[in-house]
């Protein structure tokens, strides 16, 4: 439950951005994708591994490395 609570919050915090015209936030989709990746209809232990794999899965992944240095070059984020 407590989990629960902490990803509605995340969740309303997100809304209140969908109108900032940043690119990365699009609507509702952006809210149903979140919410998704928070994995509810799995315990805890579940949630954790899915996530875990979510990171093996782009670490080093060439899309991943490439989008670190454009970030690196264009806004001076290190990666």
Same mark, same amino acid.
């Given at each position: 439950?407590?989990? !629960?609570?902490?990803?509605?919050?995340?969740?309303?915090?997100?809304?209140?951005?969908? &109108? @900032?015209?940043?690119?990365? =936030?699009?609507?509702? !989709?952006?809210?149903?994708?979140?919410?998704?990746?928070?994995?509810?209809?799995?315990? &805890? @232990?579940?949630?954790?591994? =899915?996530?875990?794999?979510?990171?093996a899965?782009?670490?080093e992944?060439?899309?991943?490395?490439?989008?670190?240095?454009?970030?690196?070059?264009?806004?001076?984020?290190?990666?």
């Open positions: 439950m407590i989990r !629960a609570n902490k990803i509605v919050q995340i969740v309303q915090i997100v809304a209140l951005m969908i &109108d @900032s015209g940043l690119p990365c =936030f699009k609507g509702e !989709a952006t809210l149903s994708k979140l919410r998704s990746r928070f994995q509810l209809d799995r315990s &805890d @232990s579940e949630a954790a591994q =899915f996530m875990a794999d979510r990171i899965d782009s670490y992944n060439k899309r991943t490395v490439m989008y670190g240095q454009f970030q690196k070059a264009t806004n001076g984020i290190p990666y």
